[in-house]
Each structure stands twice: as C-alpha cells, then as structure tokens.
Nanobody
C-alpha cells in the first residue's frame, strides 16, 4: 500500500505562483510514476503532469511552460511548481502514484486562482 499526503494549495491571484508537494509513504519502493491530476467543478479529472522514477516528464498542453514537476526520490516526494496561474487553473489537485499493479490517489488540495 502507498499513502500520499498533499500540501501547498490555496488562493492566489492571477499571475501568481504556488508549489504543491506530495509526500509518499508505505511501499514507496514500488512506485514508478508520480503525478498530478486536477478536477474542476463539472469537469472530468485530467492529467496535469507526471514524472517517472528516472525523471522523464510529461505535461498537459495547457500547462506547458508554466508548471514544472519534480521528484526527490530520497525524500519520496513529488512537487508541482505552478507559475503564471490563470483562473482556469482553479481545481482540486490530486497527487497520483502508479505501481505495477495499482494507482493510488491523495485526498486532493484546492487551488483557487482569483482576484
């Protein structure tokens, strides 16, 4: 089993920045990919970015050039640095961890971009 604990959400003005953190515990040796998904009201959950254990990154087109995902394998933590935030980035952001057999999800953290 893997447990994920997110932190770092909040309210920010358009153009501002936030950094999300996701700390993994439990069977961390089994995690291959860690990532961030988001779900806005009335919309489906969508991939924001993910990163493999080896450091290969993948981004949604809507966040390329603004968001950066990183991973500290020694600390079992993934980060999402979000810059130039827009109102359309408002959503609940979920941390995700993928092993060979299962997907795990965090509880989610609210990010609100508003003036």
């Amino acid at each position: 089993q893997v447990q994920l604990l997110e932190s770092g959400g909040g309210l920010v003005q358009p153009g501002g920045s936030l950094r999300l953190s996701c700390a993994a515990s439990g069977s961390i040796f089994s995690i291959n990919v860690m990532g961030w998904y988001r779900q806005a009201p009335g919309k489906e959950r969508e991939l924001v970015a993910d990163i493999t254990r080896g450091g290969t990154k993948n981004y949604a087109d809507s966040v390329k050039g603004r968001f950066t995902i990183s991973r500290d394998n020694a600390k079992n933590t993934a980060y999402l640095q979000m810059n130039s935030l827009k109102p359309e980035d408002t959503a609940v952001y979920y941390c995700n961890a993928v092993t060979l057999s299962k997907w795990y999800w965090g509880q989610g953290t609210q990010v609100t971009v508003s003036s």
